[in-house]
């Protein structure tokens, strides 16, 4: 029982911080080597300075909605540990930890709604009159859907955890 807890403490402490990395990094969508951009910025590397250059990115109602929706996530998530240890040192035995598990099954559908938005409009989101075919995904969209499962994962294994001494 406590290999089980201690796996699942690691397994939220290390979705917690993909989700953090996932939201503000920037590498959400890569154009080539020197330009990227993500939620919050457009950047371009400057080989003479040998920095990146950063601009905020063109608002939209998609990108708002995919900012609002991994913000949220993370939200959940934070909350979601703060309740698993709350509830596991007033809890009485026996009892399940069901607020932690909706917690964290919140943040993987608001994560997994983010995602699912980025992918089909990021034509919208980018605002870019490039052929989309001439960029890819970067790490942290990647990051981002991996954060899905393991979020929803996460939560199921919390619903079904028991306090025992």
Known sequence: MVCL??????????TLAMLIIA???KSWWIWDDTEITDLWYNC???NATETWLCTATSE????????ALMVLSVVF???????????????STG??????GICQAFAGCTDFAAS????????????????LQKGRFGYCFILAW??????????????????KK
């Open 95 to 100: 009892g399940l930890f069901y607020l932690t």
């Open 44 to 46: 371009f590397h400057d």
């Open 116 to 131: 699912l938005i980025f992918t089909f409009h990021r034509k919208e989101i980018l605002n870019d009159p490039r052929d």
């Open 77 to 91: 998530s934070s909350i979601s540990f703060l309740v698993f240890l709350g509830q596991l040192f007033t809890m």
């Open 146 to 163: 991996l954060c899905v499962p393991l979020l929803l994962i996460s939560g199921v294994l919390y619903v079904h955890l028991r306090k």
């Open 23 to 25: 939201t503000l990094e």
């Open 60 to 67: 939209s109602d998609w990108l708002q909605s995919v900012q």
């Open 5 to 14: 807890l201690i796996s699942l403490v690691v397994l939220h402490l290390v």
